[in-house]
Nanobody, 119 residues
Framework: QVQLVESGGGLVQAGGSLRLSCAAS????????MGWYRQAPGKQRELVAT???????TYADSVKGRFAISRDNAENTVYLQMNRLKPEDTAVYYC?????????????WGQGTQVTVSA
């Protein structure tokens, strides 16, 4: 069974930085793609960034150049470094682990961590 625990959220002023962490239990971390999603009040959950088992990354256009996703397979942890934060980055941020067992895909989610950016 996979469990994901996020940490690192909080309140920060616009222009500031935060680093989110997501620690995964179980033995599938290194063979799974990882991602960060966020959900603002009244909005749908949206993709922020992903990182594959091989280290390839993708980002939402709104965070390119400001956020960086990374992973440490030895620590079973994925990170999201968030710089130059804006009020519109305010949301609950969720960690995702995606395990592909063709033809099926299994998604696991953390409980979320609140990020609030004040103007």
């Amino acid at each position: 069974q996979v469990q994901l625990v996020e940490s690192g959220g909080g309140l920060v002023q616009a222009g500031g930085s935060l680093r989110l962490s997501c620690a995964a239990s179980g033995s599938v971390f290194s063979i799974s793609d990882m991602g960060w999603y966020r959900q603002a009040p009244g909005k749908q959950r949206e993709l922020v960034a992903t990182i594959t088992t091989g280290g390839s990354t993708t980002y939402a256009d709104s965070v390119k150049g400001r956020f960086a996703i990374s992973r440490d397979n030895a620590e079973n942890t994925v990170y999201l470094q968030m710089n130059r934060l804006k009020p519109e980055d305010t949301a609950v941020y969720y960690c995702n682990l995606r395990r592909r067992l063709v033809p099926r895909t299994y998604d696991y989610w953390g409980q979320g961590t609140q990020v609030t950016v004040s103007a």
